[in-house]
């Protein structure tokens, strides 16, 4: 069975109005997205997901899924505020998603298969889709508890434009991820990469430390762990007086490897990560997509 791909979308809106995060920084106005998509199917993903806000079903539809009709199915799935389990309700005036992993369960009934979840405005690369499709399609049938992360190296992975935030990961001897440490500012500084710790210090680590950037691979079991989980997490009244809690997909893996319930294999790629964290990134971006292609890694039109 090939694995899906599940692309999280649901933040959309929120952030830039409409569909305008689908900016087009390919040579005939490729999106990010097309590109994790052409490099998904071209490792053996046999399925896209997404999972979107309701309310921009058509726009999407139209000006997106249009695209990749007659390459792989598509299914849209609809993350919602009042998407909660019986006896939780909203708390009134909160307007924030309720997190990455709570957009990942939205897709528990249209999943049957090992599934793959990335950020749709990140550029992952093509190495990252064939660890990942590999891992995944090597699973065997009705495999449970066995994940995987891709682990860039965080060398790979900084903007020019100012610091990055990254959870910095730690392994054991078998690349088995043991935890994930939030640093919301790593930046590369006297030839080191360096991040800030709790101190204040800045701490050097090696090009080569492994950091997650939201590339996960799971099989179906997950959604049952994530549906008892999200209720212990609501059930939490500091997560509901906060009206900007989110119930993040690194907070679910860490209780599953803490108990010992699931492992995660940390997979190393040589892909280099970029995005457009800062606006200064947009034409670094361009001009990375664009020796991408004159090189011939991709072709001059994806779809």
């Not at 009206?243 to 997979?267: H, N, Q, R």
């Amino acid at each position: 069975m090939k694995p899906t791909l599940f692309l999280l979308a649901a933040g959309m809106g929120s952030r830039y109005g409409g569909l305008k995060q689908l900016d087009g920084l390919g040579p005939n106005g490729e999106t990010i997205m097309d590109y994790s998509i052409y490099d998904a199917i071209h490792a053996g993903f046999g399925k896209l997901v997404f999972v979107i806000r309701k309310d921009f079903e058509q726009d999407f539809r139209d000006k997106i899924i249009s695209k990749y009709e007659g390459h792989i199915p598509c299914e849209l799935v609809f993350q919602s505020l009042d998407a909660l389990p019986e006896g939780f309700t909203c708390p009134e005036g909160r307007t924030k998603p309720w997190g990455t992993n709570h957009a990942v369960m939205m897709g528990e009934e249209v999943i049957n298969e090992p599934f793959a979840v990335i950020n749709c405005d990140d550029f992952y690369g093509r190495d990252s889709f064939q660890v990942m499709g590999k891992f995944l399609a090597a699973l065997p049938e009705g495999a449970k508890n066995t994940y995987a992360m891709v682990g860039f190296r965080v060398g790979n992975t900084l903007s020019e434009s100012g610091t990055v935030s990254r959870g910095i990961c730690g392994t054991d001897a078998n690349r088995m991820l043991t935890s994930v440490v939030e640093r919301t500012k790593i930046q590369r500084m006297d030839g080191e990469v360096k991040y800030l710790d709790d101190d204040d210090q800045w701490v050097a680590t090696p090009e080569t430390t492994p950091v997650s950037m939201n590339f996960w691979g799971f099989t179906p079991d997950y959604f049952g762990y994530s549906k008892e989980y999200f209720k212990t997490f609501l059930a939490d009244p500091k997560n509901m007086a906060n009206l900007k809690s989110e119930f993040f997909i690194p907070l679910m893996v860490d209780k599953l490897i803490k108990e010992g319930t699931a492992t995660v294999e940390v997979l190393d790629t040589t892909s280099k990560w970029f995005g457009v964290t800062y606006p200064e990134d947009r034409p670094a971006v361009v001009a990375k997509i664009k020796a991408l292609v004159e090189a011939g890694e991709y072709p001059d039109k994806l779809f």
